[in-house]
């Protein structure tokens, strides 16, 4: 969406970013924010939570972004981003640019070309009104099936043995980029298998395709993603089990309201395994110092069976709200309020709050609703 329309809220935002900005002409730039608030979790059938909580709005990071001029309409371009806790100081994770690590070349005639850890060549991340944070969007949780099982929490584990889900972020990633042409564009992106492994060799494969239309936007995106490799039956060898996810999506953007749709479709692919259907709504209105957002999403599944083999209903709505209050440019005070509902043999988490056991098992309690509050502050530089 880096060409939308002077009427758009969405790319305000995206222009604060130095990949957007048109200002960045060369050199390099250092980024990030630090996010910090208190978080408030109730699952049903067990007590309450507080903790403090980073990364509630945005993800408390920082990051540099650079290019040079290589004339002729061709630029070089680099990125690296690393996620952090801002309440320990700690890393995201191992790897110290977890987020993004990529070099490419970049063209306004021929396209742009990436290599490296990257985000993924799906549905735009504005498709949710809180961006997929990973911690305060029902999006991440339900969207990306965040079950909990006797094993621990894991994406898709209900639909059956080597389900995966879409990533944000891939790594050892090539992505090519088309300029956009009469409002359309697209990307591709090939992962291969960050173990080195042949089997399966590819980690990630897919593409979207977007066609922009002021104030309308839509995209539709394919994508394939492998597992690790795993036995379906006691006496097979291990094989990596590919997920298709196709989906489509429209985003509505005057500049004082957007709207926002998505559907999505997670099918792994053997015959024993269940399929999950994903529909959002969402919506961002900004008023002033003030911007209200809203979603909502219905995850619902078909064959889905449990540990007899008899088939269960499964599904989980989530719902989350929230009003961002801008003191100024980069410094902004938020509260999330949030709730997922689980219906038969669902177990669908919301903020890393595990939920209930069964009586004398590690089996989560099913049918189970779970509460959030976070409220906290974002300073972005």
């Known amino acids: 969406m ?6 758009s809220y969405l790319m305000s935002q995206l222009a604060n970013l130095p990949e957007y900005s048109s200002g960045n ?7 990030g924010s630090v996010d910090l608030g208190g978080l408030y979790t109730k699952a049903d059938n067990a007590p309450s939570n507080f ?19 290589l004339g002729g309409g061709l630029k070089a371009e680099f990125k690296l981003e690393s996620g952090f806790l801002a309440n320990t100081g700690a890393m995201q994770a191992s790897a110290l640019f977890n987020r993004e690590s990529w070099v490419g070349l970049k063209s306004s005639e021929w396209g742009t070309v990436r ?13 949710d009104p809180f961006g997929l944070v990973t911690t305060n969007s029902v999006y991440g949780w339900v969207g990306g099936g965040v079950v909990q099982s006797s094993r621990g929490a894991g994406y898709n584990t209900d639909l059956g043995v080597g389900a995966s889900s ?10 090519y980029a ?5 409002g359309v564009d697209g990307q591709l992106i090939y992962a291969t298998n960050t173990t080195g492994a ?12 977007s066609y922009l239309t002021a104030p309308f936007y839509f995209a539709a995106s394919y994508n394939q993603v492998w597992s690790a490799p795993v036995a379906l039956t006691p006496d097979a060898a291990p094989e990596g089990i590919r997920t298709d996810i196709p989906a489509i999506g429209v985003i509505y953007d005057n500049g004082k309201l957007v709207l926002s749709a998505s559907y999505t479709l997670m099918a ?22 003030f911007t209200y957002r809203a979603s909502a999403i219905y995850r619902d599944t078909s064959d889905v069976r449990d540990s007899t083999g008899k088939e269960v209903h499964d599904a989980a709505l989530g719902i989350m709200l929230g009003s961002d209050y801008a003191f100024s440019k980069r410094t902004t005070l938020y509260a999330r309020l949030g709730e997922v509902r689980n219906y038969g043999a669902s177990t669908i988490i919301l903020n890393s709050t595990p939920l209930p056991f069964e009586a004398g098992t590690f089996n989560p309690q099913t049918g189970i609703t779970t509460k959030s509050l976070a409220v906290g502050m974002n300073h972005s530089f």
């Open 2 to 7: 880096q060409q939308a329309h002077a009427d």
């Open 25 to 31: 002409n060369g050199g390099v730039t250092l980024y």
């Open 51 to 69: 903790q403090m909580q980073s990364g509630g709005m945005y993800t408390s990071k920082f990051g540099l972004y650079g290019q040079e001029d």
């Open 115 to 127: 290599f490296g850890n990257q985000i993924n060549a799906m549905l735009p991340l504005f498709i």
């Open 166 to 175: 879409l990533l944000t972020r891939v790594p050892n990633a090539i992505t």
């Open 178 to 182: 088309t300029p956009r042409v009469g």
């Open 198 to 209: 042949n089997n399966p060799r590819v980690a990630s494969q897919g593409g979207v395709i």
């Open 268 to 289: 792994p692919k053997v015959a024993q395994d269940g399929i999950a259907r994903i529909t959002t709504l969402g919506a961002i209105l900004p008023l002033g110092r």
